[in-house]
């Protein structure tokens, strides 16, 4: 049987977020038996994602929403029909202050009929030292749930 695929797909212009995916990346690896692939927004190949057991899916908050590649990945998902309804998702991001970016990553991704696993985690920049660990098991929950 194939290894389920976690997709941990992101936009980052500075790095906070890019930050953010790679520990949520280093989580999903610490479940055994999960493939885990990072893709940069834009990137995400529909037919890939298609491929994909669970996403976990962040963004930089930009005008108090989710920037713009993250926003055109949903919009093409919805409008190409990407088949991933269902699937099991987390949400994370960065903000400068705001806090309002999970609120858009998890509308556009309940829009898509995905599955929230456990809510979201938010940073204000990159992740600090404490909060680390916390990032980690959000990638950690995602993976433990494509092996239940
Ligand atoms: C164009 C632009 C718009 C932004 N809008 C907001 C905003 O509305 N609210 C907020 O809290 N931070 C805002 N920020 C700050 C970024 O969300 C924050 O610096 C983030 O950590 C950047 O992530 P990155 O390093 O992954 O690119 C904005 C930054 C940019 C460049």
Do not use: W
Not at 40 to 48: A, K
Not at 112 to 123: D, H, Y
């Amino acid at each position: 049987m194939a290894m389920p695929k976690v997709a941990v797909i992101y936009y980052s212009k500075t790095g906070n977020t890019r930050r953010m995916a790679e520990l949520v990346a280093e989580g999903c690896g610490q479940v055994a038996g999960v493939e885990v692939a990072m893709v940069e927004l834009p990137g995400m190949d529909l037919g890939e994602a298609a491929q994909v057991d669970g996403f976990a899916i962040g963004s930089p908050e930009y005008f108090s929403y989710a920037a713009g590649h993250v926003k055109t990945f949903f919009d093409e998902a919805l409008a190409y029909k990407a088949n991933i309804s269902g699937k099991p998702y987390v949400a994370f991001g960065t903000h400068g202050g705001g806090a309002r970016v999970l609120e858009s990553l998890e509308r556009l991704s309940q829009a898509l009929g995905l599955k929230q696993v456990r809510p979201g985690m938010m940073c204000l920049g990159a992740p600090g030292p404490s909060e680390e660990d916390d990032v980690r098991s959000l990638g950690r929950a995602l993976a433990e749930a494509l092996c239940s």
